[in-house]
């Protein structure tokens, strides 16, 4: 396929599509399995057309070269290299080490086979409309790239409501034990920021968050939820909000939005697991 057609056949255009949804849109606003791995096939099916457009001398082993460096980036050896990437250059690269992203890597054979196939699905055949289209496909795609290693949001502050609830297999005392046993307090407090005004909430302070290497991303100040015994073995944990290190309000609903699916997942996966 000739280097316009790679960017101009549907497939290039409807996978940077959904890379551009899932990345600025459906992770945000239902953050789960498959969003979280639906970039990742799509990057990898049109990444290799990208590349094969701007150095076409290596199209016939663009897609096996990809597949080499997505499964170095998802090392965690990778990491030393990612610090001195950012650091010579001076921006921030990120990526997630989650070994079930490997499975993105079975779209690669399709991408190689529309790299090298012969014939075209190209239906423009006025020759500056397909100049132009490649270029703007091109630029829209170099931003999608970035956009996924090179994150841009909202400096997190002040306080975000979660309201989610979890059954935590044990006795509400065993709960409590347990959240100081990793190192944090959880205080008593009584007013009617509760869902249960009678029984109060309970907070735990300064928790922070760290990404590889122990580097700091940010500190949640106070994390506020209540526990209720159901039975004498189930305890039903409620987050209730976390307030931040830094002051100030989002006015934005989405961004809050957005910002309370992050924190409650994070909370998930680092607190309430480790209580359960």
């Given at each position: 396929?000739?280097?316009?057609?790679?960017?101009?056949?549907?497939?290039?255009?409807?996978?940077?599509?959904?890379?551009?949804?899932?990345?600025?849109?459906?992770?945000?606003?239902?953050?789960?399995?498959?969003?979280?791995?639906?970039?990742?096939?799509?990057?990898?099916l049109i990444f290799p057309m990208f590349v094969a457009v701007i150095a076409p001398k290596f199209k016939k082993h663009i897609?096996?070269?990809?597949?080499?460096?997505?499964?170095?980036?998802?090392?965690?050896?990778?990491?030393?290299?990612?610090?001195?990437?950012?650091?010579?250059?001076?921006?921030?690269?990120?990526?997630?080490?989650?070994?079930?992203?490997?499975?993105?890597?079975?779209?690669?054979?399709?991408?190689?086979?529309?790299?090298?196939?012969?014939?075209?699905?190209?239906?423009?055949?006025?020759?500056?409309?397909?100049?132009?289209?490649?270029?703007?496909?091109?630029?829209?795609?170099?931003?999608?790239?970035?956009?996924?290693?090179?994150?841009?949001?909202?400096?997190?502050?002040?306080?975000?409501?979660?309201?989610?609830?979890?059954?935590?297999?044990?006795?509400?005392?065993?709960?409590?034990?347990?959240?100081?046993?990793?190192g944090y307090n959880c205080d008593f407090c009584t007013n009617n920021l509760s869902k249960y005004p009678s029984s109060g909430?309970?907070?735990?302070?300064?928790?922070?968050?760290?990404?590889?290497?122990?580097?700091?991303?940010?500190?949640?100040?106070?994390?506020?939820?209540?526990?209720?015994?159901?039975?004498?073995?189930?305890?039903?944990?409620?987050?209730?909000?976390?307030?931040?290190?830094?002051?100030?309000?989002?006015?934005?609903?989405?961004?809050?939005?957005?910002?309370?699916?992050?924190?409650?997942?994070?909370?998930?996966?680092?607190?309430?697991?480790?209580?359960?």
């Open positions: 396929m000739k280097r316009k057609e790679l960017i101009l056949n549907p497939y290039f255009i409807v996978g940077l599509f959904v890379l551009l949804l899932n990345d600025f849109y459906l992770k945000h606003e239902y953050g789960n399995f498959i969003t979280g791995k639906l970039s990742d096939f799509a990057g990898l897609a096996l070269i990809v597949g080499i460096m997505f499964f170095i980036w998802k090392l965690p050896l990778f990491t030393p290299a990612l610090e001195v990437i950012n650091q010579s250059l001076k921006i921030t690269l990120y990526r997630v080490v989650d070994y079930s992203d490997y499975a993105a890597l079975l779209i690669l054979p399709l991408s190689h086979y529309l790299i090298n196939r012969k014939g075209s699905w190209i239906p423009i055949k006025i020759e500056p409309l397909k100049t132009i289209s490649t270029y703007s496909l091109l630029t829209i795609a170099f931003f999608a790239f970035c956009s996924t290693s090179i994150p841009y949001r909202e400096t997190p502050k002040g306080t975000i409501l979660i309201d989610k609830s979890y059954t935590i297999k044990l006795p509400k005392d065993s709960v409590i034990k347990t959240i100081k046993q990793l909430y309970y907070q735990t302070d300064n928790i922070i968050r760290k990404g590889e290497n122990s580097i700091v991303i940010d500190t949640i100040a106070n994390i506020k939820y209540d526990l209720i015994e159901i039975n004498p073995n189930k305890t039903k944990l409620t987050i209730i909000n976390v307030t931040l290190s830094k002051e100030g309000n989002i006015q934005n609903w989405k961004t809050l939005k957005s910002l309370s699916n992050y924190y409650s997942r994070w909370l998930k996966d680092s607190l309430i697991e480790k209580i359960d």
